[in-house]
């Protein structure tokens, strides 16, 4: 069995909740954003491990075979990332994971409230929650045999704020850092596609795909790889690849991470949201030129992609939009969400996937 059985598609909640029985039995997982502050505990919505994430949907553009975009403005309905399988899949739940896998693909959900840490370590709520949530994430990895991290999202409130001295994006690195170590996972070099952004509200919210067979892990030429960044981006350096490729030809899937207007190690066109944007899909075409000659095959294009678009002011969403549709075309298939970017002077962050064939 390989990943041509992978489908990543967007839908609104409605839709997703109205698939057919059959059509549900074979949801992997999903995310759904929503566009109101949400009520704790977030209860199952349905079989499936679907992940509630509070950050307000924008707009959507869906392209339908026959090549027409439909555009939903301001949609009122949550908005979801669904990911199929074909093959048949197995549920299970391990301490705060729900995950379901079909022999070659895992995808999981952990949520995890901010609690204090023993008294006498050092680390913050966030950082504690952050390192708790990954270790379970990986001890039940290797418990089911699903061994490498294709791709992680990864959602806060707060991103930005301070407390404790460190900026909480920065808290988050270090909690995942430490992770990482205790779990003797590479920080550098193989890691994980991932994306890191801030919600409304809400408890820290991962998501994760997972699978048997070891991704190729993707740089960006233009970019220093983010597990270098120096120091003055915070005391641990973000674990995460520009982007991850599984599998091969037809069978290929691949993750573009959260891809911001960074060039070097530094934000460039700070307050100008369309440069930023403009930026961003020069980053996100050199990702996916470098992911093309690794995969020694041009298997991806801009036009085909999946994106996630994460705007810091929705009044930004007409500018981001048209310098999207610019650079890619009037047809692809993207959803915005209103969301706060892990460095202040970001305004805007894309991610993208592709599972072809499928
Ligand atoms: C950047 O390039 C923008 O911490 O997991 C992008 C993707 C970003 C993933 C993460 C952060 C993360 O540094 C921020």
């Known amino acids: 069995m390989d990943l041509t059985s992978l489908k990543n598609q967007h839908l609104s909640l409605a ?3 109205q698939l057919s029985q059959a ?14 502050a949400l009520a704790e505990p977030s209860e199952p919505m349905m079989d499936a491990p679907v992940i509630r994430v509070s950050m307000p949907p924008l707009a959507e553009i869906k392209s339908d075979p026959s090549g027409h975009a439909r555009h939903r403005a301001t949609p009122s309905d949550p908005v979801c990332d669904v990911w199929f399988s074909a093959a048949a899949l197995e549920p299970g739940q391990c301490r705060d994971i729900r995950y379901r896998h079909d022999g070659s693909t895992l995808f999981g959900v952990i949520e995890l409230a901010e609690c204090e840490p023993a008294p006498g370590s050092a680390a913050t709520p966030l950082q504690h929650a952050t390192e708790r949530a990954y270790r379970q994430i990986f001890e039940l990895l290797e418990a089911l045999g699903y061994p490498y991290l294709f791709r992680l999202w990864n959602y806060m409130a707060d991103i930005n704020a301070h407390s404790h001295d460190l900026e909480r994006y920065r808290q988050f690195n270090l909690g995942r850092h430490e992770a990482f170590m205790a779990c003797r996972r590479d920080v550098v070099g193989n890691v994980p596609a991932a994306c890191a952004l801030g919600t409304a509200g809400g408890p820290l919210t991962i998501a994760f795909l997972a699978g048997r067979k070891s991704p190729l892990a993707i740089e960006n030429p233009r970019q ?53 944007t403009r ?22 294009a801009l036009s085909h992609l999946l994106y996630r678009v994460y705007i810091r002011h929705s009044a930004d969403l007409a500018a981001v939009r048209d310098v999207m549709q610019a650079r890619i075309g009037a047809r692809f298939d993207a959803i915005f969400l209103q969301a706060d970017v892990c460095r202040q002077d970001l305004l805007m962050e894309i991610e993208a996937s592709a599972t072809l064939c499928a």
């Open 15 to 17: 839709e997703l909740v």
């Open 23 to 36: 059509r549900q039995r074979h949801v992997l997982g999903a995310i759904c954003y929503f566009p109101a």
């Open 224 to 276: 220093i790889s983010a597990f270098h960044y120096p120091e003055r981006y915070g005391p641990r350096s973000p674990a995460f690849a520009r982007a991850s490729l599984v599998g091969s030809g037809a069978g290929a899937v691949l993750w573009v991470s959260g891809t911001a207007s960074i060039v070097g190690h530094h934000t460039v066109h700070g307050g100008d949201v369309r440069e930023q």
């Open 279 to 300: 930026e961003t899909l020069k980053n996100i075409e050199a990702v996916v030129a470098q992911a093309n000659r690794q995969a020694r095959q041009p298997l991806f």
